[in-house]
């Protein structure tokens, strides 16, 4: 195995441990079937594409098409950043809280249409709506060029090319690391436990007193802002957006797998999940033809790795719905305290 | 004194008329009960005072504020609580964490959340509390256990135990000893009337006149969405029980 693969292993578990830690506190902990959590990571790649390039258009007094101009717009960043270092981490600081922010309003927003549903109806409409703003962002092309896709900053401009996936890996893990803090840190509280009672029973959280959809409109808003920030590494990662990129499969249906795969409600076990999902996908892709020819299969292998993730989920969620590692009570600091008082 | 008062309460389904004009008062600190056969709308009015149904005409007041139709998660503020017919426990969390979401703590905001000091104060007063309640109900050793793995029972009582943290003026329960063994009943309303005698009223539904009557101080028996006997006190309640309307659609079935 190359140290390449390794790098990529690295990254793509960085970018799905994000959007899957995001995925658990909205499905895992709270309930909420997010089958759109493909747009929060679209709203990443419009914060990138759409604000930021634009931006750097006007900064540069770049007119005329949108398209061309990004692109002379990041080629005059990248000069800059090439002997500027700072500036390329100030740009990836910035489009980090352009997304958090535009995912916590879009997430919102998001939800708001389901105030009245119940669970099945909750999911299917959240997939449409992520769909059809996934459809209006792939052919429109004003607004983060659609299918024809444009150029981004790139960030490690001055960082020497054969070097450039393991930064970039390294720049991921630690912001992946980071939110696996903050997820922790915000859901072994009070937090925490009221998701999850609301996803056990929201008839019993509304009759103490807890409105369901207060608590939804904050858990979708923090989980688009985390989810947007994925968005925003891969876009700068790719040094370009192409809409079609943020489909549903790779987005929404893979990190539910990867989160079911390793323990929902479980901020360790969705690690788990997630390097299991990227290490079989990424020798996948690297190993598919020699797969085919040894093992005779007659159609092409790129439906290979559909196919058994498909699988999978079926596997996990007859088998094992509780996942490798299975979900723990909350137990907060007072919590903590008495117990040990007890069991003295 | 009066804490809890319906006029006149409307309620359909559809075409069926499930109440139909149904007017109750409960009195402080009363252990009040509702009976009625299967399908007599004893549950719907329940669900309509506690906001889970709303009414198509009529009033409801609680402490003489008017809470017709308000949200259940508004009346819980107001110190009106609930249990459901079918128990409805947390199944997947503990016993304790059962109990904790019977009181709000202000670290359920998120952004509060994040910083300890700010929450910690109030968990360690209702971690202390939920223990007390937890002895009460002599289920103490099960503090750990998953909900969905106790008897049907236990969850009644961990449900009771729930609505007891924020120190209700009224519990309404629906059904509260339905599919529990007759020991385990008797537990429990020995328990409603421990907490009678702390000053908390309670408005019950119940199918099973046989254990409960000894317990109640008000007998309101429902027909076809209609009230059709009440009586308060001993003697009343005898009476009550032996008129003949109420024999016959209530004992006779």
């Known amino acids: ?64 098409d ?70 209006i962002c792939t052919y429109n092309l004003n607004i983060i060029g659609g299918y024809y896709g444009i150029s981004t900053p790139d960030i490690l401009a001055f960082v020497s090319g054969e070097y450039r996936g393991w930064v970039f890996a390294g720049i991921v893990l630690i912001i992946a690391f980071l939110v696996f803090l903050f997820f922790e840190r915000l859901l072994n509280t009070p ?21 369901i959809m207060m608590l939804r409109i904050k858990t979708m808003a923090i989980g688009s802002a985390i989810g947007a920030i994925a968005g925003v590494l891969y876009s700068l990662y790719t040094v370009n957006i192409i809409a079609n990129a943020f489909t549903r499969v790779d987005w929404t249906f893979f990190p539910f797998l990867m989160v079911l795969l390793g323990g929902k409600g479980n901020n ?14 990424v020798l996948l892709d690297i190993y598919k033809y020699n797969i085919k020819y040894a093992l005779n299969i007659p159609f092409e292998p790129v439906w290979l790795s559909y196919m058994l993730f498909g699988v999978l989920m079926l596997l996990i969620l007859y088998y094992k719905p509780s996942g490798l590692i299975p979900e ?17 | 004194m009066e804490i809890l008062r319906t006029e006149n309460i409307v309620k359909y389904f559809g075409e069926f008329k499930a109440l139909d004009g149904v007017s109750i008062s409960v009195n ?9 056969p299967n399908g007599s709308g004893k549950s719907t009015l329940i669900n309509v005072i506690t906001g889970f149904l709303k009414a198509d005409e009529g009033k409801v007041y609680f402490e003489n504020k008017d809470i017709t139709n308000k949200e259940p998660e ?26 904790l979401i019977g009181d709000i703590n202000p670290g359920e905001n998120p952004t509060t959340a994040l910083f300890y000091k700010k929450w910690i104060p109030k968990e360690e007063e209702m971690v202390e509390k939920a223990f007390k309640i937890l002895e009460f109900l002599k289920l103490s050793h099960l503090y750990d256990r998953k909900a969905g793995e106790l008897s049907g029972g236990q969850m009644k009582l961990v449900e009771i135990g729930r609505a007891l943290m924020t120190n209700p003026k009224m519990i309404v329960m629906d059904e509260p000893i339905a599919g529990v063994a007759p020991g385990l009943a008797h537990d429990i309303f020995n328990h409603v009337l421990e907490l009678k005698a702390r000053g908390i009223t309670f408005l019950i539904v119940e199918h099973r006149l046989d254990i409960v009557l000894k317990y109640i101080d008000h007998l309101y028996v429902m027909f076809n969405g209609q009230i059709i006997a009440e009586g308060r006190g001993e003697e009343e309640i005898k009476k009550v029980l032996s008129d003949p309307k109420v024999v016959e659609i209530y004992i006779g079935e």
């Open chain 1, 328 to 344: 723990k009570p909350i137990l907060t600091p007072p919590m903590k305290k008495k117990i040990a008082e007890i069991k003295q």
């Open chain 1, 268 to 281: 360790k076990g969705v690690a788990l999940g997630v390097l299991c999902y990227v290490v079989i996908k």
């Open chain 1, 191 to 211: 937090f925490g436990r009221v998701l999850r009672a609301m996803r056990e029973n929201e008839n019993t959280v509304r009759a103490f007193g807890r409105n």
């Open chain 1, 66 to 135: 949108f398209i061309t101009g990004s692109t002379y717009a990041t080629s005059a960043i990248n000069t800059i950043i090439a002997s500027h270092p700072i500036v390329g981490i100030g740009i990836l600081i910035l489009a980090i809280i352009l997304a958090s922010i535009l995912g916590l309003i879009v997430g919102a927003i998001f939800i708001l249409p389901s105030a009245k549903l119940k669970e099945d109806y909750l999911g299917i409409t959240l997939l449409a709506i992520s769909e059809a703003v996934f459809l």
């Open chain 1, 1 to 64: 195995m190359s140290f390449d693969i390794i790098s990529m292993i690295l990254l793509w578990f960085g970018l799905y441990y994000i959007v899957s830690l995001s995925l658990n506190m909205e499905f895992g902990y709270a309930g909420i079937p997010n089958f759109g959590k493909a747009l929060s990571v679209l709203v990443g790649a419009i914060a990138v594409g759409g604000i930021l390039d634009r931006l750097l258009m006007l900064y540069f007094k770049i007119n005329g």
């Open chain 2, 28 to 36: 402080k600190g009363d252990i009040t009960l509702v009976i009625g």
């Open chain 2, 74 to 99: 508004e009346l819980y503020h107001y110190g009106l609580v609930r249990t459901f017919q079918t128990p409805q426990p947390l199944k997947e969390m503990t016993v304790l964490e059962n109990l």
